[in-house]
């Protein structure tokens, strides 16, 4: 499998990295860096040094919240709406895998018992009512 995007025309909604892409070791972003979020993975075998660091204060204008999943254990069906509302992709996605929502909709199907998915997004959270509308 290959890291798939979904696309309405230019404007990226979604990426699917599958396990076997997402964790080929060393630094791998998934992320330009425009994105209001940035996704990597990276892996290393010991005696690799990462350099103690810290990030410094930057505004940032965030228009969209934009979220990562990363499956844990289970599968899950993720379905991808455009920003007309018309879902027009979907896929599962499995152990090890990595979901990237960038813009338009988005649900879930929860496929196996004990499915167990880790969701980040940025911030801050400004609550349900005004950081979300259901379709």
């Not at 499956?71 to 920003?83: A, E, H, M, P, S």
């Not at 499995?94 to 929860?110: K, M, Q, S």
């Not at 998915?117 to 979300?132: I, M």
């Amino acid at each position: 499998m290959a890291v798939k995007e979904v696309k309405q025309g230019d404007l990226i909604l979604a990426r699917h990295i599958p396990s076997a892409d997402a964790w080929q070791g060393d630094l791998n972003f998934f992320s330009p860096d425009e994105d209001y979020i940035q996704v990597g993975t990276w892996g290393y075998d010991s005696g690799k040094e990462l350099l103690a660091h810290t990030h410094n204060e930057v505004t940032r204008n965030v228009l969209w919240t934009q979220e990562t999943l990363y499956i844990r254990k289970g599968r899950i069906l993720v379905q991808v709406y455009n920003t007309d509302e018309v879902i027009v992709d979907e896929w599962e996605a499995a152990e090890g895998d990595i979901v990237i929502l960038l813009r338009g909709g988005h649900g879930y199907h929860i496929l196996e018992d004990g499915t167990q998915v880790l969701e980040v997004k940025n911030g801050p959270y400004v609550g349900a009512d005004k950081d979300r509308r259901r379709l």
